[in-house]
């Protein structure tokens, strides 16, 4: 099985905050990443947060870290059709990057 | 922008037979990286590369799959033969420094479909 966590589908309304959620096992993984994937193509690098931290916002992107749970968690606000695709909460190693299954959103009009 | 190349963007091919990927990382980028993605899971690793050099290639399965940087810059994951499990979608990725401290940036993929 993964050694990273997601649910794999979330279903929202456009304007509507997402709430995708990650738990992983790596307690000392200095890095912790939010990948994009739309279909049929690679995946991009939304944002990432350092592992002494426990917020970060960029525009519409916040991430929540807690570390005590090994929980992550990228909130994106005002959803939009745009943002549909597969998110990928990813952990660093030292010499790997281990991902998720991938969560699916759906943004619905 | 600066790009991860990847070619070719789809291959079909028959079991039995030998297939190719190229990847050309960042200009710059000293760490290149190959992945396996297959239909509804994440990425795993199968080859890291720091210039020439082999950093970890444990996943890789020996019996089958080759992947080369000879010169430091462009590479070449080969698969001979295909399996029929070997469809998936392989991405090649780099980054300017070793993982834990850099961003990766990957490239859109070769889908390989084995009949």
């Known amino acids: 099985g993964e050694d990273v966590e997601q649910s794999l589908f979330l279903s929202v309304r456009e304007g509507d905050s997402s709430v995708i959620n990650c738990t992983y096992t790596d307690s000392s993984s200095t890095y912790l990443y939010w990948y994009k994937q739309e279909p049929g193509a690679g995946l991009q690098l939304l944002t990432y947060?350092?592992?002494?931290?426990d917020m970060k916002q960029d525009q519409r992107l916040t991430v929540l870290l807690n570390k005590k749970d090994k929980h992550l968690s990228l909130r994106i606000a005002d959803t939009q059709t745009g943002d549909s695709a597969i998110y990928f909460c990813a952990e660093s190693r030292v010499n790997d990057m281990r991902f998720g299954a991938g969560t699916r959103l759906t943004v619905k009009p | 922008e600066a790009e991860v190349a990847q070619s070719p963007r789809y291959k079909i091919t028959e079991k039995s037979q030998a297939v190719a990927f190229w990847c050309d990382p960042i200009?710059?980028?000293?760490?290149l990286y190959w992945y396996r993605q297959i239909l509804g899971q994440g990425p795993e690793l199968l080859v890291q590369?720091?210039?020439?050099?082999?950093?970890?290639d444990s996943q890789l399965p020996k019996d089958r799959f080759s992947a080369e940087r000879l010169k430091g810059v462009d590479s070449t994951l080969k698969i001979q033969p295909a399996e029929l499990g070997d469809s998936a979608m392989y991405l090649c990725?780099?980054?300017?420094?070793?993982?834990?401290?850099?961003?990766?940036?990957f490239g859109e993929g070769s889908r390989l479909t084995v009949l």
């Open positions: 990725a780099s980054s300017f420094v070793t993982l834990n401290t850099g961003e990766l940036f």
């Open positions: 200009s710059g980028h000293a760490t």
């Open positions: 947060i350092f592992s002494n931290m």
């Open positions: 590369f720091q210039d020439e050099s082999v950093v970890d």
